[in-house]
């Protein structure tokens, strides 16, 4: 069974740093590439970054560009979004989604998201 | 950078209604176009992928398709576990993987 399960999401004030997991099992994590969407409270869902199955490639939102950076670790199976210079828009859950076998960005499982609020 | 339309934003039907969700590309994306259903206070779901095909275990009364750049998906007779948020998403190979705004399903 494919599990997704993120973490770090926190309060965090306008301008700090937070780093969010999301930790992968029952699918063969190499595989496959992985995704970062938000959605802001009460709002639609947001693309933020990608990164491929070996890590080399990553693409991201131009709303996050240069300020967030994607990441894997494949020896244990995780996900990182590092987030810096946040911004009061970038308050949202984070979910964590898998891409599809011939894709990456076709999400065909998520986690349950990880809550990041900016405010001072 | 493509946009993705839907239409409408809301709607309210009654149970057993056909309810039809459009989608407009503001360029060509061939067949790479995605439903996804978050139900309230869930995680999003995939429904349907390659603008026509049913996700293993969605039930068959939703139904995808093309038409150009103008995608449709359909609920062939609603169902109170139906209410939703449903999105549509392009997800061909050049990023960014855009969602669309999203058509809220209640019933009425």
């Known amino acids: 069974e494919v599990q997704l399960l993120e973490s770090g999401g926190a309060l965090v004030q306008p301008g700090g740093s937070l780093r969010l997991s999301c930790a992968a099992s029952?699918?063969?994590?190499?595989?496959?590439?992985m995704s970062w969407v938000r959605q802001a409270p009460g709002k639609g869902l947001e693309w933020v970054s990608a990164i491929l199955g070996g890590g080399g490639l990553t693409y991201y939102a131009d709303s996050v560009k240069g300020r967030f950076t994607i990441s894997r670790d494949n020896s244990k199976n995780t996900v990182f979004l590092q987030m810096n210079s946040v911004r009061a828009d970038d308050t949202a859950v984070y979910y964590c989604?898998?891409?599809?076998?011939?894709?990456?960005?076709?999400?065909?499982?998520w986690g349950q998201g990880t809550l990041v609020t900016v405010s001072s | 950078d493509i946009q993705m339309t839907q239409s409408p934003s809301s709607l309210s039907a009654s149970l057993g209604d056909r309810v039809t969700i459009t989608c407009r590309a503001s360029q060509a994306i061939s067949s790479y176009l995605a439903w996804y259903q978050q139900k309230p206070g869930k995680v999003p779901k995939l429904l349907i992928f390659g603008a026509s095909a049913l996700q293993s275990g969605v039930p068959s009364r939703f139904s995808g398709s093309r038409s150009g750049t103008d995608f449709t998906l359909t609920i062939s007779s609603l169902q109170p576990e139906d209410v939703a948020t449903y999105y549509c998403?392009?997800?061909?190979?050049?990023?960014?993987?855009?969602f669309g705004q999203g058509t809220k399903v209640e019933i009425k």
């Open positions: 029952g699918f063969t994590f190499t595989a496959y590439a």
């Open positions: 989604a898998k891409g599809d076998m011939a894709t990456i960005a076709l999400f065909d499982y």
């Open positions: 998403q392009k997800y061909g190979t050049a990023p960014p993987w855009t």
